[in-house]
Protein backbone atom coordinates (compact mmCIF):
# COMPACT_ATOMS: atom_id res chain seq x y z
CA UNK A 1 0.00 0.00 0.00
CA UNK A 2 1.50 3.63 -1.01
CA UNK A 3 2.68 5.88 1.53
CA UNK A 4 2.78 9.91 2.00
CA UNK A 5 3.98 12.41 4.54
CA UNK A 6 2.08 14.36 5.98
CA UNK A 7 2.09 17.30 8.60
CA UNK A 8 -0.75 17.10 11.30
CA UNK A 9 -2.42 20.38 11.93
CA UNK A 10 -4.60 19.12 14.53
CA UNK A 11 -4.28 16.62 17.39
CA UNK A 12 -4.99 13.21 16.41
CA UNK A 13 -4.81 10.56 19.56
CA UNK A 14 -2.83 7.35 18.49
CA UNK A 15 -0.93 9.18 15.48
CA UNK A 16 0.48 12.66 16.46
CA UNK A 17 -0.21 16.12 17.15
CA UNK A 18 0.30 19.59 15.29
CA UNK A 19 3.66 19.78 13.52
CA UNK A 20 4.25 15.91 13.69
CA UNK A 21 5.33 14.88 10.43
CA UNK A 22 4.24 11.15 9.80
CA UNK A 23 3.66 8.23 7.41
CA UNK A 24 0.28 7.22 6.11
CA UNK A 25 -2.00 5.36 3.51
CA UNK A 26 -2.22 7.86 0.59
CA UNK A 27 -5.76 6.98 0.43
CA UNK A 28 -6.09 7.80 4.57
CA UNK A 29 -4.87 10.62 3.27
CA UNK A 30 -6.51 11.70 0.35
CA UNK A 31 -9.76 10.97 1.80
CA UNK A 32 -9.85 11.52 5.27
CA UNK A 33 -6.79 14.01 6.75
CA UNK A 34 -7.19 16.38 3.97
CA UNK A 35 -11.10 16.84 3.67
CA UNK A 36 -11.06 16.97 7.50
CA UNK A 37 -8.46 19.62 7.90
CA UNK A 38 -6.31 17.17 10.02
CA UNK A 39 -3.17 17.32 7.99
CA UNK A 40 -1.19 19.10 4.80
CA UNK A 41 0.86 16.88 2.55
CA UNK A 42 4.72 17.23 3.17
CA UNK A 43 5.95 20.01 1.26
CA UNK A 44 9.17 22.51 0.68
CA UNK A 45 6.31 25.84 1.51
CA UNK A 46 4.13 23.69 4.21
CA UNK A 47 7.01 23.37 6.09
CA UNK A 48 7.32 27.15 6.82
CA UNK A 49 4.08 26.70 9.05
CA UNK A 50 6.09 23.99 11.09
CA UNK A 51 6.85 26.95 13.24
CA UNK A 52 3.04 28.68 13.85
CA UNK A 53 2.03 24.89 13.90
CA UNK A 54 4.93 24.07 17.30
CA UNK A 55 3.74 27.34 19.01
CA UNK A 56 -0.56 26.03 18.40
CA UNK A 57 0.84 22.66 19.85
CA UNK A 58 2.51 24.19 22.85
CA UNK A 59 -0.44 26.75 23.90
CA UNK A 60 -3.02 23.54 23.10
CA UNK A 61 -0.62 21.15 25.42
CA UNK A 62 -0.48 23.85 28.57
CA UNK A 63 -4.37 25.03 28.19
CA UNK A 64 -4.90 21.28 28.30
CA UNK A 65 -2.34 21.16 31.20
CA UNK A 66 -4.10 23.58 33.49
CA UNK A 67 -7.39 22.21 32.33
CA UNK A 68 -7.03 18.94 34.09
CA UNK A 69 -5.07 20.01 36.74
CA UNK A 70 -7.97 22.42 38.18
CA UNK A 71 -10.56 19.14 37.54
CA UNK A 72 -7.91 16.82 39.80
CA UNK A 73 -8.27 19.47 42.64
CA UNK A 74 -11.78 19.78 41.88
CA UNK A 75 -12.32 16.09 42.17
CA UNK A 76 -10.22 15.39 45.16
CA UNK A 77 -13.00 17.08 47.25
CA UNK A 78 -15.76 15.28 45.95
CA UNK A 79 -17.99 12.00 46.49
CA UNK A 80 -19.69 10.30 44.03
CA UNK A 81 -22.59 8.63 45.80
CA UNK A 82 -24.14 5.84 43.41
CA UNK A 83 -26.88 4.22 44.17
CA UNK A 84 -27.80 0.55 43.46
CA UNK A 85 -30.33 -2.07 43.90
CA UNK A 86 -29.38 -5.17 46.29
CA UNK A 87 -31.06 -8.11 47.68
CA UNK A 88 -32.22 -8.81 50.88
CA UNK A 89 -28.68 -10.67 51.28
CA UNK A 90 -26.81 -6.42 50.35
CA UNK A 91 -25.62 -8.37 47.17
CA UNK A 92 -25.56 -5.77 44.40
CA UNK A 93 -27.37 -6.65 41.17
CA UNK A 94 -25.22 -6.03 38.15
CA UNK A 95 -22.51 -3.75 38.47
CA UNK A 96 -20.59 -0.13 38.12
CA UNK A 97 -18.54 0.64 35.21
CA UNK A 98 -16.57 3.49 34.29
CA UNK A 99 -19.44 4.22 32.31
CA UNK A 100 -21.44 4.24 34.73
CA UNK A 101 -19.28 6.56 36.67
CA UNK A 102 -18.96 9.74 34.14
CA UNK A 103 -22.61 9.45 33.79
CA UNK A 104 -23.05 10.17 37.49
CA UNK A 105 -20.36 12.98 37.17
CA UNK A 106 -22.03 14.26 34.59
CA UNK A 107 -25.44 14.12 36.76
CA UNK A 108 -24.33 15.08 39.77
CA UNK A 109 -21.62 17.80 39.19
CA UNK A 110 -22.17 18.75 35.71
CA UNK A 111 -18.33 17.02 34.99
CA UNK A 112 -18.21 16.63 31.25
CA UNK A 113 -15.47 13.29 31.23
CA UNK A 114 -14.56 10.71 28.48
CA UNK A 115 -14.88 7.22 30.38
CA UNK A 116 -11.67 6.33 29.09
CA UNK A 117 -10.01 8.52 31.65
CA UNK A 118 -11.89 6.95 34.52
CA UNK A 119 -9.78 3.41 34.99
CA UNK A 120 -11.15 0.75 36.90
CA UNK A 121 -9.29 -2.81 37.13
CA UNK A 122 -12.69 -4.31 36.46
CA UNK A 123 -16.44 -2.88 37.38
CA UNK A 124 -17.29 -2.54 41.33
CA UNK A 125 -19.60 -5.49 42.54
CA UNK A 126 -19.73 -4.59 45.99
CA UNK A 127 -20.97 -1.62 48.14
CA UNK A 128 -18.66 0.63 49.85
CA UNK A 129 -16.36 3.09 49.25
CA UNK A 130 -13.65 3.32 46.63
CA UNK A 131 -10.77 5.46 45.33
CA UNK A 132 -10.83 5.33 41.79
CA UNK A 133 -7.99 6.54 39.35
CA UNK A 134 -8.57 9.10 37.07
CA UNK A 135 -6.40 9.21 33.89
CA UNK A 136 -6.84 13.13 33.04
CA UNK A 137 -3.58 14.13 32.16
CA UNK A 138 0.05 12.06 31.63
CA UNK A 139 1.55 14.91 34.42
CA UNK A 140 -1.84 15.15 36.59
CA UNK A 141 -2.50 12.35 38.88
CA UNK A 142 -5.85 12.41 40.47
CA UNK A 143 -8.35 10.17 42.23
CA UNK A 144 -12.16 10.30 42.72
CA UNK A 145 -13.81 8.93 45.87
CA UNK A 146 -17.22 6.78 44.79
CA UNK A 147 -19.44 5.62 47.34
CA UNK A 148 -21.94 2.91 46.13
CA UNK A 149 -25.11 2.46 48.16
CA UNK A 150 -28.47 0.31 48.34
CA UNK A 151 -30.95 1.75 46.79
CA UNK A 152 -33.26 -0.99 47.88
CA UNK A 153 -35.57 -0.58 51.27
CA UNK A 154 -35.04 -2.54 53.70
CA UNK A 155 -37.52 -6.30 54.09
CA UNK A 156 -40.45 -5.38 55.60
CA UNK A 157 -40.62 -7.18 58.83
CA UNK A 158 -43.75 -9.60 59.40
CA UNK A 159 -45.52 -8.55 62.79
CA UNK A 160 -46.49 -11.41 64.66
CA UNK A 161 -49.87 -12.74 65.20
CA UNK A 162 -52.11 -10.05 67.03
CA UNK A 163 -52.89 -11.72 71.10
CA UNK A 164 -56.31 -12.28 72.59
CA UNK A 165 -57.10 -8.96 74.02
CA UNK A 166 -56.68 -9.45 77.67
CA UNK A 167 -52.93 -10.61 76.97
CA UNK A 168 -52.31 -7.43 75.14
CA UNK A 169 -53.52 -5.50 78.38
CA UNK A 170 -51.22 -7.27 80.56
CA UNK A 171 -47.90 -6.60 78.17
CA UNK A 172 -49.09 -2.95 77.87
CA UNK A 173 -49.13 -2.53 81.70
CA UNK A 174 -53.27 -2.26 81.73
CA UNK A 175 -55.08 -4.50 84.44
CA UNK A 176 -57.64 -7.30 82.45
CA UNK A 177 -61.41 -6.21 82.65
CA UNK A 178 -62.88 -8.73 84.56
CA UNK A 179 -65.76 -7.01 85.18
CA UNK A 180 -67.97 -8.93 82.92
CA UNK A 181 -67.32 -12.39 84.48
CA UNK A 182 -67.96 -10.43 87.78
CA UNK A 183 -71.21 -9.97 86.30
CA UNK A 184 -72.50 -13.30 84.78
CA UNK A 185 -71.06 -14.78 88.67
CA UNK A 186 -73.18 -12.08 90.70
CA UNK A 187 -76.22 -13.18 87.90
CA UNK A 188 -75.99 -16.90 88.14
CA UNK A 189 -75.75 -16.60 91.97
CA UNK A 190 -78.64 -14.50 92.05
CA UNK A 191 -80.80 -16.95 90.02
CA UNK A 192 -79.67 -19.90 92.24
CA UNK A 193 -80.26 -18.42 95.68
CA UNK A 194 -83.82 -17.11 94.80
CA UNK A 195 -86.06 -18.75 97.40
CA UNK A 196 -89.01 -21.17 96.17
CA UNK A 197 -92.21 -20.17 96.44
CA UNK A 198 -94.08 -22.23 99.34
CA UNK A 199 -97.66 -22.68 100.34
CA UNK A 200 -99.58 -20.28 102.36
CA UNK A 201 -100.75 -21.62 105.41
CA UNK A 202 -104.41 -22.67 104.93
Do not use: W
Not at 8 to 30: C, F, H, M, T, W
Not at 123 to 145: D, F, I, N, Q, W
Not at 173 to 181: F, L, S
Request: overall charge positive.
Amino acid sequence: MAKTEVILIQNIPGLGAESDQVKVAAGYARNYLFPQGLAIPLSAGNKKRLESLRQRRAEREAHEYNTMAELARSLKVLTCVIKVKTGDDGKMFGTVTNGTIADQLKTQFDIVLDKKKIHLEKPLRSLGEYEVEMRLHPEVPATLKVRLESSTPPPEIVAPAEPEKEAADEKRGRRPDYRHRKADKAEKTDKGDKPRKTDKPG
